[in-house]
Every structure is written in C-alpha cells, then in structure tokens.
Nanobody, 117 residues
C-alpha cells in the first residue's frame, strides 16, 4: 500500500523557517512521479505551492512563495522536501505531499504549519 507521510510542520514566528519532509513507501518508484506540495488554509481549497519534475530538471512555484520556498527530492531515498524561509502568516495551513504520474495521484495526510507571532 502506497503511503506518503509528511513531517516537519509546527508553529513558527513570521520571518522564521521550517523544513518539511515527505517519506514515500509501499512500492512506489518515485523516479517516475512528479512530486508536489499543496497547502490548504482554513475555509479555502487546496493550493499548489510547488512542483518538481521526476528527474528534478524543472520546478515551479506559486507566485506567493517564489524566492522563499524550495522544493527538492531524493529519488534514491524516496523523499521529497520543502524548505520554507521568511514565513508569513498567510503561509499558515495544512501542507500535503502528492505524487503524480498520468492519472495516478497519491496524497499524504498533511502536516500543519502555523505562522503566528
């Protein structure tokens, strides 16, 4: 059974940093999947934050996080990361890791990030 498990969330002050991790298990060969981080703030839909291609050749970011967040992956370790710097209160939400290949998409359960003084 494929599992994506996020970790690294927490409470941080504005301007602070957090590093999120996503561990993938259950037989999924990560090298064939594009990996993304989404987030969902209370009362809103899920928003795409960052995506990295299967071979890390390309990555894309939401305008709101460009220059502050960095997505990366380690296919040999089946891990995906999101480095978040200069965090703002608007970055608050549940952050989800997702794997996509064609019509196959897998989601993690999410990790809470709260940015507050």
């Amino acid at each position: 059974q494929v599992q994506l498990v996020e970790s690294g969330g927490g409470l941080v002050q504005p301007g602070g940093s957090l590093n999120l991790s996503c561990a993938v298990s259950g037989g999924l060969s990560l090298k064939y999947y594009a990996m993304s981080w989404f987030r969902q703030a209370p009362g809103t839909g899920r928003e795409l934050v960052a995506t990295v291609s299967s071979t890390s050749i390309s990555s894309r970011y939401a305008d709101s996080v460009k220059g502050r967040f960095t997505i990366s992956r380690d296919n040999t370790m089946n891990m995906v990361y999101l480095e978040m710097n200069n965090l703002k209160p608007d970055d608050t939400g549940v952050y989800y890791c997702t794997a996509l290949r064609g019509s196959d998409r897998y989601w993690g359960q999410g990790t809470q990030v709260t940015v507050s003084p």
